[in-house]
């Protein structure tokens, strides 16, 4: 079994139509791990979630919750968490929706419902932005999986693999490895499989 896992999408469904088909993705044999912010700056995100909700439900995805997803999520009822998100590409995603507000709250609450903080496996630990060092899985605060940047070893014994942090190329640090390669901002995106290390681009 392959695992195929990318992420920082961001509205970008054509990019992961095409690197899906790149990568020769079968849900019969391929274990699809999304890494989160599926929203937000690129032109189609009410696209990706559709697709999103599709693989998760047809095709048994695992879907990670990243920072951006957690802000739309929280803004349906805190104000605080709207004007974040307003600050951070909320403008593109709401066009997407074409003033469609019932199905905005659909795809709210499903997201809050189907997403996870984490994926860990026997070799490893699936996540949005990182995780601290040293400190065990259960005790890791949950700002953490969603919005930390850093390159030092983690140290729990298993590779870390996340997104949130945008690098030209995939970036193995110790025991990390970061797979936004920034197709929020003209970039690409990109598939890892693993156990191989192939990877795939559009």
């Not at 999520?73 to 104000?79: A, G």
């Amino acid at each position: 079994m392959r695992y195929l896992v990318v992420s920082d999408i961001h509205g970008e469904a054509d990019k992961l139509d095409q690197v899906l088909d790149k990568a020769e993705y079968d849900p019969q044999v391929d274990q699809l791990i999304l890494l989160g912010d599926y929203i937000d700056r690129g032109p189609s995100s009410k696209r990706v979630i559709e697709k999103v909700k599709r693989l998760v439900e047809d095709d048994r995805a695992v879907a990670i919750k990243g920072n951006h997803d957690d802000m739309f999520i929280r803004s349906k009822e805190d104000q605080e968490a709207m004007e974040l998100w307003k600050m951070n590409g909320a403008a593109t995603t709401i066009q997407s929706y074409k003033g469609r507000m019932e199905e905005v709250k659909e795809d709210q609450q499903w997201l809050e419902e189907n997403l996870h903080l984490y994926y860990e496996t026997d070799d490893y630990i699936f996540v949005h932005a990182g995780l601290e060092p040293e400190t065990p899985l259960e005790q890791q605060d949950e700002d953490t999986l969603l919005w930390t940047r850093h390159e030092e070893k983690v140290g729990l014994g298993k590779t870390v693999i996340h997104g949130h942090t945008p690098v030209r190329e995939i970036a193995y640090y110790e025991d990390q490895i970061d797979i936004d390669t920034g197709a929020a901002y003209g970039g690409k995106l990109t598939v890892l499989e693993l156990p191989s290390h192939e990877v795939y681009t559009v």
